[in-house]
T-cell receptor
Framework: QQQVKQSPQSLIVQKGGISIINCAYE??????FPWYQQFPGKGPALLIA???DVSEKKEGRFTISFNKSAKQFSLHIMDSQPGDSATYFC??????????????WGLGTSLAVNP | KAGVTQTPRYLIKTRGQQVTLSCSPI?????VSWYQQTPGQGLQFLFE???????NKGNFPGRFSGRQFSNSRSEMNVSTLELGDSALYLC????????????FGPGTRLTVL
């Protein structure tokens, strides 16, 4: 119930193409869904995030699509560039006791954009 | 503003030893979380500290412990190291405990031989 399942594990896209990474969850108590981007040798960095009352959020070339009924959300990278090559993590946040929050992470997708 | 800093960046230890990792959060941030990152398990939450108190804990054995100081700096300790403890240990800071946005440091790469 606390899992976030991410696919694919790895992805190769040509420059200019669309990269799509999918995540699915079970627990309907999750109320915040961020995506993080991690480059080699660096920690993850927040890329874009969405709340379940919104079906889509766009920031530049990055778009999150959220399907509440299917309990799925996805990251679309339009016009993918070699500089987008990184590992992408989806996550889901849940509020617990004592106003604590916990982030449950997907296992990551390694994206390679070929020039 | 300076980002989250972690020291050391790389560490090699042998089984049975103990290790202490350090994290300095972004100035003004009072919450520090620790994660273990491995290729097979992804990011796994260890614990979170806020105002020197542990607020949240993941499912790790008691060999993993931490603390936070009055200046919000945090240390993580692993005792009796096992080969399986080899991982990238990430520290993340946020302004408050309930805030969703976490800012990660570059991590400490621990290798246990």
């Amino acid at each position: 119930q606390q899992q976030v399942k991410q696919s694919p594990q790895s992805l190769i896209v040509q420059k200019g193409g669309i990269s799509i990474i999918n995540c699915a969850y079970e627990n309907t108590a999750f109320d915040y869904f961020p995506w993080y981007q991690q480059f080699p040798g660096k920690g993850p960095a927040l890329l874009i995030a969405i709340r379940p009352d919104v079906s889509e959020k766009k920031e530049g070339r990055f778009t999150i699509s959220f399907n509440k009924s299917a309990k799925q959300f996805s990251l679309h990278i339009m016009d993918s560039q070699p500089g987008d090559s990184a590992t992408y993590f989806c996550a889901a946040s849940i509020r617990g006791a004592g106003n604590n929050r916990k982030l449950i992470w997907g296992l990551g997708t390694s994206l390679a954009v070929n020039p | 503003k300076a980002g989250v800093t972690q020291t050391p960046r790389y560490l090699i230890k042998t089984r049975g030893q103990q290790v202490t990792l350090s994290c300095s959060p972004i100035s003004g941030h009072r919450s520090v979380s620790w994660y273990q990152q491995t290729p097979g398990q992804g990011l796994q939450f260890l614990f979170e500290y806020f105002s020197e108190t542990q607020r949240n804990k993941g499912n790790f054995p008691g060999r993993f412990s931490g603390r936070q100081f009055s200046n919000s700096r945090s240390e993580m300790n692993v005792s009796t190291l096992e080969l399986g403890d080899s991982a990238l240990y990430l520290c993340a800071s946020s302004f408050t405990v309930a805030l969703d946005t976490q800012y990660f440091g570059p991590g400490t790469r621990l290798t246990v031989l």
